[in-house]
């Protein structure tokens, strides 16, 4: 991506039309897994309601496959939060191996990817006798 396209596309990241507006009516697809099991584990089990906000956004950020490069600030922005509880809400879901991170250098905007444990479960318990 270039760089006035990367500047373009994080303006329009941040825009409450983009963030708010653009896809309100539509749904994004979602494994019955993230609503049965992940939303009342990270909500209910590990009352991190704002990890859960933050997963659900990356997913929709993420729906084309691609990696989503944002900062902490775009994030809380996005999702109605503080800077400081998207930081706490991204290092859960790391940890938790939902979401995976990678910088080129230590001062380089993160970019974000989904992950979804499960269906690897899945995949491997088929195989497997």
Not at 25 to 35: A, E, W
Not at 79 to 95: E, P, R
Request: aromatic share 10%; charged share 30%.
């Amino acid at each position: 991506m270039k760089p006035s396209e990367n500047r373009k596309a994080r303006r329009e990241m941040q825009s409450p039309i983009e963030c708010y507006i653009d896809c309100r009516y539509s749904m994004i697809p979602l494994d019955d897994y993230v609503i049965d099991v992940l939303m009342r584990d990270l909500v209910g089990h590990d009352r991190r309601v704002v990890s859960f906000l933050v997963y659900l956004w990356f997913t929709r950020e993420q729906r084309n496959g691609h990696v989503v490069e944002a900062s902490y600030r775009q994030i809380a922005e996005c999702i109605g939060v503080s800077k400081s509880s998207a930081q706490a809400a991204v290092s859960w879901l790391i940890k938790r191996k939902l979401l995976t991170s990678i910088k080129k250098t230590v001062t380089a905007t993160p970019r974000y990817k989904v992950l979804t444990p499960w269906r690897d479960y899945e995949g491997r318990s088929r195989s497997q006798p």
